[in-house]
């Protein structure tokens, strides 16, 4: 497995967890993201969203031994995609992007970039050899 793509998987993780929050947010001020799911994208859920991102990027600077690391992310993101389908069988996307469109945008994209995220996380975690 190449160091480099592994690095740059984990720094990709933490970019589109960084700074997603804070572009479809708008710097945790849109209310729309918090009032759609106030329990898990509240400001507060939202900043750990962004803290998850820190400690993937932190990951990324480690270099090997990270197949324990991985194992978790891969947990970490497979809750948020049961979330984000959950959310999905009990909303509507649509009146969502009726009352804001960054916070449609946001819903719809956050559950397939975790499951993209999971995916490349558990491969990391499948392929890597014990430390």
């Known amino acids: 497995m190449s160091r480099i793509l592994v690095r740059n998987g984990f720094v990709a993780a933490g970019a589109m967890n960084i700074v997603g929050v804070l572009v479809f947010s708008r710097l ?4 729309a ?3 759609a799911d106030p329990v898990v994208m509240s400001n507060f859920g939202l900043l750990m969203i962004a803290v998850w991102g820190l400690a993937y990027l932190g990951a990324a600077s480690i270099g090997v031994g990270v197949k324990w690391l991985a194992g978790a992310f891969a947990i970490e993101k497979l809750v948020y995609v049961l979330v984000w389908l ?16 960054f916070a449609g ?27």
Not at 86 to 101: F, G, I, Q, V
Not at 108 to 129: A, C, E, H, K, R
Request: aromatic share 24%; hydrophobic share 50%.
């Open 28 to 31: 945790f001020s849109n209310a």
């Open 86 to 101: 959950l959310w999905l069988s009990e909303n509507s996307l649509a009146n969502l992007y009726a009352k804001d469109l």
């Open 105 to 131: 945008i946001f819903y719809s994209i956050y559950g397939p970039n975790d499951f993209v995220f999971m995916l490349f996380f558990t491969w990391v975690f499948l392929t890597q050899p014990r430390a």
């Open 33 to 35: 993201i918090n009032e």
